[in-house]
């Protein structure tokens, strides 16, 4: 018995290989501070958790929810965009919920991507845009997102023959996992490259309800034209503390989202019906908690931005996601300092590298985590000797 090739090159996704060797290291006695990954630590608004307990006590609310899910959630949806965003949404059809965003970021190969067809993909970059890739077998270019240029890609720099070849092209703003912001003007200018060369744009938006100092991040789909040249992926995780509930969504060019429905169907029976109805509830609900709760995060940005300055590592102030990008001082890889910080002082971040070589030469650290504990972290960073 022999796994299928496209497994050859593919390695173990960076959290599950740091989550076994954390449990190791914790068995052995250790109190480690984890500020690795984007799980949000508070929970959902109780009113959010009080209609899941509803849903979930009606007897006929158990059976399969259908896979397009049910209409009240993906007008609820619709609702969200237009509110929050102004973009309109036919919620029969522009309109896919996903269980949690992150298999429709991976499924969505699928749908487009053949043998042999190349993919442009941030780095650093969330590596489940590169990993569905390929399990497609698609090809993967990489675009580099430098301090310089406010780590947005340079879309210029893609050489012209690799942009006649790409057939998708992956993006998330607010970012992760560097924190960067795109406004108005980039995303008119990826509308436009997109329709030159005729390329599929996925934008991946999970943060953009995460923001800080008064800043709210706008939707792709905003975009005049956006809808003729791409999608967004969004999900509940970060934008309401839902991460465990894994619901999300797909959004925008009708084809599209029917494309990736045709593979769901036949992968998934979609969404626990209580789920998608608390879901419904968080998105048209009271929102102002979430208002509370980024007030929360940016005072925790705010305690590692303080200590990072203290002790000489340089950070720029992140206007929205959970992440500080940080830089790794000189004499160390990513790896090397994430190793030092986890095995002499109990503290675990992301190296840079996990999200691409061009991550390389920073750390991650993640705001997801109680604040005394974290306050904690930073007195033991205070102890470093660099």
């Known amino acids: 018995m022999q796994e299928a090739d ?94 949690g965003s992150k298999e429709g970021l991976a499924n969505i190969a699928l749908a487009f991507i053949n043998p042999g067809d190349l993919v442009l993909v941030s780095d650093p970059g969330y590596p489940t845009y590169r990993m569905g890739t390929f399990l497609a077998q698609g090809e993967v270019y990489y675009m580099p997102l430098l301090a310089e240029n406010d780590f947005l890609p340079d879309l210029d720099a893609i050489p012209v023959e690799v942009a006649q070849r790409a057939k998708m092209i992956w993006l998330d703003y607010p970012n992760n996992p560097t924190g960067a912001i795109a406004d108005a003007v980039f995303f008119e200018k990826l509308v436009a490259f997109a329709r030159r060369y005729d390329i599929l744009v996925c934008h991946d938006a999970p943060y953009c309800d995460v923001g800080y100092d008064g800043y709210k991040a706008p939707s792709f789909l905003a975009t005049p034209g956006a809808k003729e040249v791409g999608v967004e992926f969004n999900s509940l995780s970060k934008s ?16 599209v989202v029917q494309s990736l429905l045709k593979i769901k169907s036949n992968i998934d029976s979609g969404i626990f019906r209580p789920i998608q109805d608390a879901a419904t509830v968080a998105l048209t609900g009271d929102q102002s908690w979430l208002e509370e709760r980024n007030g929360i995060y940016q005072e925790r940005r705010d305690i590692i931005l303080e200590t990072l300055s203290e002790i000489g590592i340089k950070a720029r102030t992140p206007q929205a996601s959970l992440y500080i990008w940080a830089e790794v001082p000189a004499g160390y890889t990513s790896q090397e300092f994430a190793d030092k910080l986890l095995l002499d002082l109990n503290v675990s971040v992301t190296p840079g590298s996990a999200f691409g070589a061009h991550g390389e030469g920073y750390i991650r650290i993640s705001v997801g985590m109680d604040t005394d504990r974290i306050r904690e972290a930073m007195r033991r960073l205070r102890t470093l000797a660099l």
């Not at 090159?9 to 449990?23: E, V």
């Not at 990954?37 to 307990?53: E, H, K, Q, T, V």
């Not at 309401?240 to 084809?255: E, S, T």
Request: net charge positive; hydrophobic share 45%; no cysteine.
């Open 240 to 255: 309401h503390n839902m991460a465990g509930w894994r619901v999300g969504m797909i959004v925008g060019r009708q084809d």
């Open 6 to 99: 496209r497994l050859a090159n593919l390695p173990p996704y960076i959290f599950a290989r740091l989550g076994a060797r954390l449990r190791k290291l914790m068995a052995e006695g250790r109190d480690i501070v984890r500020l690795d990954i984007g799980s949000p630590d508070l929970p959902p608004a109780p009113f959010i958790i009080d209609a899941l307990n509803r849903s979930a006590a009606d007897p006929h609310h158990h059976g399969y929810a259908g896979y397009v899910g049910v209409p009240t959630f993906r007008q609820a949806i619709a609702a969200y965009y237009q509110s929050r965003f102004g973009v309109e949404l036919d919620w029969q059809t522009e309109i896919l919920p996903l269980i």
